[in-house]
């Protein structure tokens, strides 16, 4: 008898229940990858899958399962294949199927529910200003949310995308804030869009026959599950996502694949809504959920092969794809780190910091994001970085920290988000711009322009500068970044800081104790954080150092202060009424970058040259919405005096005012702290395509006379020079006290 068969026998007379697992996934096959002495075929008609399933459970060198139907009334028994290798799916009606490792990987660190984490001091006043401005209006008078597709409207065609970019922010804002007005508009749309699902269980508009049907509900799905994350007694939100996703996935194996398309680009996006599904609401899915994230990873784009082979762009692309486009790199930077828990191969976690290193060498910009005008940009400071980008590169990274747990990654998401993602916005939020600059030294319609990608108006502040896109989805910056502050450990046992801002924290651990945490701190215009943490018995509360800080340390309860080791996790045993004060020393450093010009950086910012901006309106809107031109007025040409970059500080001095409620503090008036400088202006620097001409190789010389310069924060400046070409060390020798006089 074939020993196969033994086995399927032996496991059918212990009794094995068909569970959902067991049941397998109607209609889907895999072909190929058959253990010898397949199939299977002395099973009688009343066989079911589940059979075949057990008798994968049971064989060692079995990976996956498929049974055919059988048709009795023609004589033909059921087969069962078992498979030793995982094989591609594709659709066939005759078949059902399964795998049998389907164990998701747990990530290192969990985000908490939506609103366990609501924010305080400078950083609730952000997000009070983000709701003061376009985000909580854009309901209101922006067709492509207040006339949407999504609502039954006529606005937000195409791709359908606005409406799902601004949910995905705007739920998470709302519930942040707490605020019942915005509380209220979620409701309104979320409960239009499941009352509006289809019989067949689509979500939404269904007027698009390929593969770029799917992307507007990568966004939609992550709003949902925020939005059910804070309203979990919702029971009409998780069998809709599900029904949806059951939809989606006979779509891709029968009508329309993903193919070339923003949905083949962006397919890590739908795996994270798909494998949270599987973590905590599978709803007896479980085959159909694991078999539509590996559907969407076969059909999707190779991510790991695009940044891994030769033929990555080491400069501005010319010849454009989907594949060069900064927004789509943005997100996929974490699609390997995603597919990681379901493919638990150690290349794909190390995927992860290819893809940023890459990024980083042959596109990096001062502000941690890559140049992308569109498409890559290489490194020049005044090619553009769109804000999309921004936001869903500061996702990627927040994600990645989540589930690989390396610290470069949060580090790397507020590095963003204290530098790039302020940049590019007004200090009020009514305004923001599609492409900022690392050098950016005027925000003007350019016909004749520096990048090669975008419309003239891109680097305008406004409602929709070049494109809509950002309008919506610039959203979830602050939001999103506020829901990752804290984690909770993989284990259960604890919570990681892996961000700092003020914050409050209330989370029922796995255990049932529920644990807080008020994080006191101005952070990151100070060095101080306190935690009042109360903990449950047993728990280690974590803390992120940065990796450059010198000298850190951690307090707890009035103890000796310990040193803490820079960009590592400093773990605290957490006992009940818990005080933390951690040390996070600031000192001024420098990087060289294009042409060896100098960025200077504090703690985490980024400061760029302060100018005068003059702003001139150019249309107006609704409400304070309005689109602007900035120019200069004053000069912006200096190089700097910097005799030693191993000691800036000899020719820098730190100013700080600290942070005043109520104030902006990414503004140039609220800014709580400024760095003075000496240099002198260059008149060989000039203007290229209406923008700063590269910076002239460093170090240089000028006959200008030497005079005090002021740096403020990048993320404070809606102008602003952040490579700075260097003086001479030879020539030059003044002093900030003498020539600053402050």
Not at 62 to 88: I, T
Request: charged share 15%; glycine share 8%.
């Amino acid at each position: 008898m074939n020993g196969r068969l033994c086995t399927f026998l032996v496991v059918l007379s212990a009794g094995v229940a068909a569970g959902s697992w067991l049941d397998g996934d109607d209609g889907v096959d895999r072909p190929y990858g058959d253990l010898p002495n397949m199939p299977i075929t002395n099973m009688s008609c009343s066989a079911v899958a589940s059979d075949c399933a057990a008798l994968c459970a049971g064989d060692s060198q079995c990976v996956a399962w498929a049974f055919r139907k059988p048709d009795c009334s023609a004589g033909e028994n059921p087969l069962c294949y078992l498979k030793g290798k995982l094989m591609e799916q594709s659709y066939n009606p005759a078949v059902v199927s399964g795998v049998k490792n389907h164990q998701l990987l747990s990530p290192k660190f969990w985000p908490l529910p939506t609103a366990s984490i609501l924010p305080q001091g400078w950083l609730k006043q952000q997000l009070l200003t983000q709701a003061s401005g376009l985000s909580g209006h854009l309901s209101q008078f922006w067709a492509d949310v207040s006339n949407s597709s999504w609502l039954g409207g006529g606005a937000d065609t195409g791709l359908h995308e606005r409406t799902p970019y601004w949910l995905n922010g705007f739920v998470p804002l709302a519930y942040q804030l707490q605020d019942r007005s915005l509380i209220s508009m979620v409701h309104k749309y979320v409960d239009y869009i499941l009352a509006h699902q289809s019989p067949e269980g689509w979500l939404g508009p269904d007027d698009i026959r390929d593969g770029n049907a799917y992307w507007s509900k990568f966004p939609m799905l992550l709003a949902l599950r925020q939005y059910y994350e804070a309203n979990s007694s919702d029971s009409r939100v998780i069998p809709a996502m599900l029904k949806f996703l059951q939809t989606a996935h006979k779509r891709m194996l029968q009508d329309w694949p993903l193919g070339n398309t923003w949905s083949a680009a962006r397919w890590q996006d739908l795996v994270l809504t798909v494998h949270w599904l599987l973590d905590f609401h599978p709803g007896g899915q479980e085959q159909m959920l694991w078999d539509l994230a590996q559907l969407l990873h076969q059909q999707g784009f190779d991510w790991k092969g695009w940044f891994g082979n030769d033929t990555f762009p080491t400069g501005s692309v010319k010849t454009t794809t989907l594949y060069t486009h900064g927004v789509n790199n943005g997100q996929a930077i974490k699609s390997e780190g995603v597919w990681y828990r379901q493919s638990h191969q150690d290349s794909d976690s190390q995927s992860s910091h290819v893809r940023m290193a890459k990024l980083d060498k042959y596109h990096g910009q001062a502000s941690g994001i890559f140049g992308c005008d569109e498409h890559l940009a290489g490194t020049m400071p005044s090619r553009g970085s769109e804000l999309c980008t921004v936001v869903e590169t500061m996702f990627s990274y927040e994600v990645l920290f989540g589930i690989q747990g390396d610290t470069v990654f949060a580090e790397r998401a507020e590095t963003l988000a204290y530098n790039a993602l302020p940049a590019t916005l007004t200090p009020d939020m009514w305004a923001h711009q599609y492409l900022q600059q690392g050098n950016e030294m005027n925000a003007v319609h350019s016909d004749d322009h520096v990048w090669e990608h975008d419309g003239p108006d891109s680097t305008l502040y406004g409602l929709a500068p070049n494109y809509g896109c950002c309008t919506a989805n610039f959203n979830q910056g602050w939001p999103k970044f506020t829901e990752h502050l804290v984690m909770a450990a993989g284990d259960g046992k604890g919570l990681v800081v892996a961000m700092l801002a003020p914050a409050l924290v209330q989370y029922e651990l796995p255990s049932g104790s529920t644990v807080s945490l008020n994080i006191a701190t101005d952070y990151p215009f100070d060095d101080k954080v306190e935690i009042s943490a109360q903990c449950a018995e047993g728990m280690t509360l974590s803390l992120r150092i940065p990796s450059w800080t010198v000298g850190a340390s951690v307090q707890v309860n009035g103890s000796t202060p310990q040193q803490a080791a820079a960009g590592e996790l400093y773990h605290v045993a957490c006992l009940y009424s818990t005080t933390v004060l951690l040390h996070i020393p600031m000192s001024i450093r420098v990087e060289r970058r294009y042409n060896n010009a100098a960025s200077i950086y504090r703690g985490p910012l980024l400061y760029g040259l302060e100018m005068e901006e003059n702003y001139k309106v150019l249309r107006s809107y609704a409400f304070q919405s309005k689109d602007y031109q900035v120019t200069p007025g004053s000069p912006w040409n200096f190089a700097i005096q910097l005799r030693d970059d191993s000691a800036p500080e000899k020719d820098m001095e730190f100013v700080t005012t600290g942070w005043t409620a109520g104030e902006h503090p990414f503004s140039p008036r609220g800014a709580p702290g400024k760095i003075l400088a000496l240099g002198r202006l260059l008149d060989s620097w000039g203007v290229s395509h209406n923008a700063a001409a590269a910076p002239p190789p460093s170090p240089t010389n000028s006959s200008n006379p030497l005079t005090c310069v002021t740096l403020l924060p990048f993320g404070a400046t809606v102008l602003r020079i952040a490579e700075l070409p260097t003086l001479d060390p030879k020539q030059e020798g003044g002093s900030v006290s003498t020539v600053c006089q402050h």
